[in-house]
């Protein structure tokens, strides 16, 4: 019978419904309380039905919202309601894996509900018979009918699991979160490269963590004891500001393995690192001062500074500023890489160094609000044709609001140190090199690798030969 019940109604069918249709409801909120786990939120799912058809289903999303109210419950109401254009659904019932808390129980009673079917029972927080029972006070709730312990065993293993696997994780973890940073799930970076390295042991970082990919030099094969044909002068490749570690990874699975190493962090603030949510945090000097000590860290001397130019705002003059001003001897010299196509490889002469660079994002933090997308500005900022998995990349460490606000702070902030003067690298120390479009939908172009490969091996050989490389 499809009759529309009244909203102030019980659904009688619902509750009375045979096992076999609520396990078949059951098993679509499992399916979305895998897809919670899986993006690393504590496994919930919930589906709403009305009339026998699906009429919403969401799971639960509170850390990637930074939302306390963002339980499968409370999403899938809202979804419903919206559907339906009416904030009561009197003849809907939830299907939700885990006992429902009380806040999501509140939802229930307030758009009246016909009935509630849930699986496992929360010892700690279940409104529904474990902690208390809400649905069955007299002066709260009328209307909702309750099914307890449908596929429970199911739905209490996929928490279990969740669990056992996060205290697995927090077990190894030795970088715990500062109080006063924000860290991006792991989850978020499902079309990411895989993560490389974690560090916070820097003392610098003062307990932020960093992440970094590395590809160290190796010893050319069938020589025992060889030497490394240079020294260790590294290829520390910096991410645009509006990117991070994951831009490089073409290149970096790319460039020929062996010569020197490679190293490409994430600035904190950016990508898998730690971000502050202090708002005065960004600071080239500070940025400087990190990347020097993961140098050391790694024990690598001497570096050469690879960058993307003229695309988008750039970190690196700030950076290089403050590189040379803190330990000069140390920076072996700046790749430029540019997107123009008629530029080839030159020295760049020392006075056409960068002049100073206004601001290009046409933000505020004011501007910002709940719907605020790191993805969406980029896309307004980026020129038309941009790489969409490359954008999908550039916002996937940015999943919230509050995210976004710490990048956008980064953006504004480290830049700060831009109008410095041009970079006191002798004029031999500066490259550049074009980078040719792989075509109109890869702009800004991809690095190629044998280019790279090739200009910084030319130019570890002009070092060696000509002594340039210290003061
Ligand atoms: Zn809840």
């Known amino acids: 019978m499809n009759s529309p019940t009244p909203a102030s109604m019980p659904s009688p069918s619902a509750a009375a419904m045979p096992d076999a249709g609520h396990a078949h409801w059951m098993r679509l909120a499992l399916a979305e ?39 499968a419950e409370m999403l899938a109401l809202r979804e419903g309601a919206a559907q339906l254009g009416n904030h009561r659904l009197g003849d809907c019932t939830l299907y939700v894996t885990l ?6 129980s509140g939802a229930v009673f307030q758009a009246r509900l016909a009935c509630v079917v849930f699986g496992a029972s929360e010892p700690k927080t279940g409104a529904a018979g474990s902690v208390l029972d809400l649905f069955a006070h007299p002066g709260l709730n009328h209307h909702t009918q309750l099914v307890r312990g449908v596929l429970a065993d199911e739905c209490a293993a996929l928490l279990e699991q969740f669990f056992q696997q996060r205290r697995r994780q927090q077990a190894q973890a030795i970088q715990p979160l500062r109080d006063d940073a924000l860290r991006t799930p792991e989850a978020c970076f499902a079309p990411c490269p895989a993560a490389g390295h974690y560090t916070s042991a820097l003392p610098e970082l003062q307990g932020l963590r960093l992440h970094y990919q590395y590809l160290p030099e190796s010893l050319p094969q ?74 050391d860290a790694l024990g ?67 501007r910002m609000d709940k719907r605020w997308c790191v ?71 991809l690095p190629p690798p044998q280019a790279i490969d090739a200009a910084h091996r030319r130019w570890l050989a002009h070092n060696a030969a000509g002594g340039a490389c210290g003061q």
């Open 99 to 104: 006992e429902p808390c009380a806040m999501c």
């Open 300 to 366: 690598l001397r001497q570096f050469t500074l690879v960058s993307l130019e003229g695309a988008g705002p750039s970190l690196a003059p700030a950076l290089l500023q403050a590189l040379a001003q803190a330990e000069p001897e140390r920076l072996a010299g700046w790749l430029r890489l540019l997107p123009a196509q008629k530029m080839s490889e030159q020295k760049m002469p020392a006075q056409s160094a960068p002049a100073a660079q206004p601001p290009l994002w046409p933000i505020a933090p004011g």
């Open 222 to 295: 069938g020589l025992p004891n060889a030497q490394p044909a240079q020294p260790r002068t590294a290829l520390l490749l910096l991410h645009p500001p509006w990117h991070w570690s994951a831009w490089w990874a073409p290149l970096l699975q790319a460039l020929p393995r062996g010569a020197y190493p490679v190293l490409a962090p994430d600035l904190v603030g950016w990508g898998r690192s730690d971000k502050p949510k202090k708002s005065p945090w960004h600071d080239a000097a500070r940025h400087a001062r990190i990347l020097l000590q993961l140098l």
């Open 375 to 445: 993805a969406a500005h980029l896309r307004r900022c980026l020129p038309a044709g941009t790489d969409a998995a490359l954008l999908q990349q550039a916002a996937a460490p940015y999943p919230s609001a509050a995210h976004a606000r710490h990048w956008l702070a980064a953006q504004l902030q480290a830049p700060a140190h831009l109008a410095a003067p041009p970079i006191a690298l002798p004029p031999q120390r500066q490259w550049q090199l074009a980078l040719q479009p792989a075509g109109p939908a890869a702009w800004p172009g």
């Open 33 to 71: 309380a895998e897809q919670a786990a899986a993006e690393g939120e504590v496994p919930v799912g919930a589906v709403l039905v009305r009339d026998g058809q699906l009429l919403a289903r969401n799971h639960n999303r509170t850390r990637q919202l930074a939302d306390p109210s963002a339980h």
